[in-house]
């Protein structure tokens, strides 16, 4: 059974910076996509960072240059490092991961940022 457990949210000021890990079992990351999500209140889920399958990143335009993804095949870990946080980053996040897309999903780390 595929399990990614979210960690590292929490609440921090604008500036700020908080790096999220994704626990991933009984899967195997290899090359396959995967992404952080976040869902704001009031708004729809949104991909905030992604790999994808042969090893791009992407990025959305709101939080380039200040999140950086990383996976870390051997603990099968992926990670999320979040600089210069502001109020508009604040919301649930997610981990994703797929063969090409996401398939499995974690259950989400909140953070919130405070101004």
């Known amino acids: 059974q595929v399990q990614l457990v979210e960690s590292g949210g929490g609440s921090v000021q604008a500036g700020g910076s908080l790096r999220l890990s994704c626990t991933a079992s009984g899967y195997t990351f290899g090359s396959d996509y995967m992404a952080w999500f976040r869902q704001a209140p009031g708004k729809e889920r949104e991909a905030v960072a992604q790999?994808?399958?042969?090893?791009?990143?992407v990025y959305a335009k709101s939080v380039e240059g200040r999140f950086t993804i990383s996976r870390e095949h051997a603990d099968n870990i992926l990670y999320l490092q979040m600089n210069s946080l502001t109020p508009e980053d604040t919301g649930m996040y997610y981990c994703?991961?797929?063969?090409?897309?996401?398939?499995?999903w974690g259950r989400g780390t909140q953070v919130t940022v405070s101004s």
């Open positions: 790999i994808l399958y042969y090893g791009t990143t």
């Open positions: 994703a991961a797929g063969p090409f897309r996401p398939v499995y």
